[in-house]
Nanobody, 125 residues
Framework: QVQLVESGGGLVQAGGSLRLSCAAS????????MGWFRQAPGKEREFVAA????????SYADSVKGRFTISRDNAKNTVYLQMSSLKPEDTAVYYC??????????????????WGQGTQVTVSS
């Protein structure tokens, strides 16, 4: 069992930056590919970024490529999402997720087994 707790959300002006953190419990965190997703009001949850167990492989949604960076520190059981050049359309609840199966890099919502409670990011224009 893995428990995930996100933090770091808040209100920021367009063009600003935020760093989200996702702290995980459980000794097997370093084995799990991790991902960040977001959900805006009235919209479905969408993929943002993913990282494999070692941090050596990543994937990003086109909408955030070049602006967001996913990373992890397995010694701290934490995955991060550094967000820069934020836009109002980035406003959403951001969730981290863990995949306990056999895939090395996961971009599909349904393949994630564990989810955090989410953290709100609001970007004002």
């Amino acid at each position: 069992q893995v428990q995930l707790v996100e933090s770091g959300g808040g209100l920021v002006q367009a063009g600003g930056s935020l760093r989200l953190s996702c702290a995980a419990s459980g000794r097997t965190f370093s084995n799990y590919p991790m991902g960040w997703f977001r959900q805006a009001p009235g919209k479905e949850r969408e993929f943002v970024a993913a990282i494999n167990w070692s941090g050596g492989d990543t994937s990003y949604a086109d909408s955030v490529k070049g602006r967001f960076t996913i990373s992890r520190d397995n010694a701290k059981n934490t995955v991060y999402l550094q967000m820069s050049s934020l836009k109002p359309e980035d406003t959403a609840v951001y969730y981290c997720a863990a995949h306990s199966g056999s895939y090395s890099l996961v971009v599909t919502t349904t393949l994630y087994d564990y989810w955090g409670q989410g953290t709100q990011v609001t970007v004002s224009s």
